[in-house]
Nanobody, 121 residues
Framework: QVQLVESGGALVHAGGSLRLSCAAS????????MGWFRQAPGKQREWVAG???????NYSDSVKGRFTISRDNAKNTVYLQMNSLEPEDTALYYC???????????????WGQGTQVTVSS
């Protein structure tokens, strides 16, 4: 009923920038928190950044000051601007959203399929 589709992943050199996007579609009534997670090969998925429906943002210590999360509520889309990229940022990036559909009374977590970010040294 709900799909999250990420885009924007690519191969970049260290110090470069990328902007990830994640658009939610389907029978959406409302979206609460949205966020980004990442998973590097051989590691567990980790939280990167989150943003409330009102626009309050939080970041993991590893990306604070380099990444910026934002959202467009009219488009049901969340973005992740990534600057000063480091090889350690290489991972599959997933978006997450707490979505209430027209068929439910509560918000449920949905995940995208991921977009690959590779940072070369």
């Amino acid at each position: 009923q709900v799909q999250l589709v990420e885009s924007g992943g690519a191969l970049v050199h260290a110090g470069g920038s990328l902007r990830l996007s994640c658009a939610a579609s389907g029978r959406i009534f409302s979206i609460n928190d949205m966020g980004w997670f990442r998973q590097a090969p051989g590691k567990q998925r980790e939280w990167v950044a989150g943003i409330t429906s009102g626009g309050s943002a939080n970041y993991s210590d590893s990306v604070k000051g380099r990444f910026t999360i934002s959202r467009d509520n009219a488009k049901n889309t969340v973005y992740l601007q990534m600057n000063s990229l480091e090889p350690e940022d290489t991972a599959l990036y997933y978006c997450n959203a707490a979505v209430r559909t027209w068929a439910t009374l509560r918000h449920v977590d949905y995940w995208g399929q991921g977009t690959q970010v590779t940072v070369s040294s």
